[in-house]
């Protein structure tokens, strides 16, 4: 089957893989019943848009020791905010600035991603119960190799032609300029942490959404932040609404990852568009994004038994409060200050 593939255009290929490898992974997350299951395509999406060829042996077992990290800091900061609350914020704060910066500086925007998200998430869902950050631990780590595995199988369909599969180099932004953006992210983020800290069971979702933000807001400006950020996310929820109403049609798990596969070739085909556009690709890799973290939440709702259109009408309303402050951080710090 994957040599049908291999002549065709990138451009091409890369939709059909973006698509079809968040299709499978948002499919084999909830077959498999792993806890969080949109960690898993969330992180798949990071992957495919990012990457242009599977990862090697050397930059998996890299990943891992970067999830190894991540946990023992996740972990090792829980005493701290559970006895000095604000001693832990300030050094999560200091954590997330270190690694959003470290992305600016040149390196592994996926790792920093990770970073970001581990160190916010387990923290968080520590303070409330051990328990529950080892289950996000758990979850972290098996939705980071299902979303690796299914990079594989997705460059197996679709590959990419040995020509274009080296990355461009990663743009290195001056010390000043690193620091400025790598605050302001880190800004972006931490509100949601702050929240979660308060029931971490029920904000996650937020924390996943912020870090997105986060990441989004690295390369965007004030003047496109409205029309990107907020416009993404209602862009995302729209779809949501438009995804569970075409679920219950049919309620199966292959109609799942159908739905999936046609939703991600709507939005991979403007995310690798070739013609210039009014958006970027930040704005529908975003909306991807929260379409997934949105869908899949109401997914567990229906089966918790629970309503899932007044936990939808909150967790939407949670998100865009989420991305309006997000807006104003860029406002207030997208041009560096001017010395006299």
């Known amino acids: ?85 604000v001693s832990g914020v300030l050094l999560i704060g200091l954590g997330l600035f270190l690694a959003f910066r470290y992305g600016l500086r040149g390196g592994n925007n996926l ?8 160190l916010t998430m387990i923290s968080a869902a520590g303070t409330a119960d051990y328990q529950l950050a080892v289950t996000v631990v758990g979850a972290l780590v098996k939705g980071l190799l299902l979303a690796v595995l299914v990079l594989a199988v997705s460059h197996w369909l679709f590959p990419e032609p040995a020509r274009d599969r080296a990355q461009p180099p990663a743009r290195v932004l001056p010390d000043a300029e690193a620091g400025r953006i790598a605050l302001r992210a880190a800004l972006v983020v931490m509100p949601a942490f702050v929240l979660a800290l308060t029931d971490p069971a029920s904000y996650m979702p937020i924390i996943m959404k912020s870090v997105s933000l986060g ?33 219950r049609l049919f309620v199966d798990l292959w109609m799942f990852f159908l739905w999936m596969l046609l939703f991600g070739l709507l939005l991979g085909r403007r995310l690798y568009a070739v013609r210039s556009q009014r958006y970027r690709p930040g704005f529908w890799l975003n909306s991807l994004v929260t379409l997934i973290i949105l869908l899949g939440q109401s997914v567990q709702d229906s089966v918790a038994g629970k309503d899932v259109y007044s936990a939808f009408a909150v967790r939407m309303g949670l998100f865009i409060a989420v991305t309006l402050y997000a807006c104003l951080m860029l406002q207030l710090l997208d041009q560096p200050r001017r010395v006299p």
Do not use: H
Not at 111 to 118: H, I, R, S, Y
Not at 221 to 226: K, P, S, W
């Open 111 to 118: 790792v920093a991603t990770f970073l970001v998200a581990g």
């Open 215 to 247: 990441r989004q807001s690295c390369t965007t400006t004030a003047r496109g932040a409205a029309r990107e950020l907020l416009g993404s996310t209602l862009f995302g929820g729209l779809l949501a609404i438009v995804f569970w109403f075409a679920l």
């Open 1 to 85: 089957m994957a040599t049908v593939f291999k002549e065709r255009e990138p451009l091409s290929q890369r939709p059909l893989r973006l698509a079809s490898g968040t299709a499978l992974c948002l499919a084999a997350s909830f077959a498999l019943d792993l806890p969080i299951p949109v960690v898993a395509p969330v992180f798949a999406v990071f992957l495919l848009a990012t990457l242009n060829q599977p990862l090697s042996l050397k930059a998996a077992l890299g990943l891992a020791l970067v999830v190894m990290l991540t946990t023992g800091c996740g972990l090792l900061l829980i005493p701290l905010l559970r006895y000095y609350p």
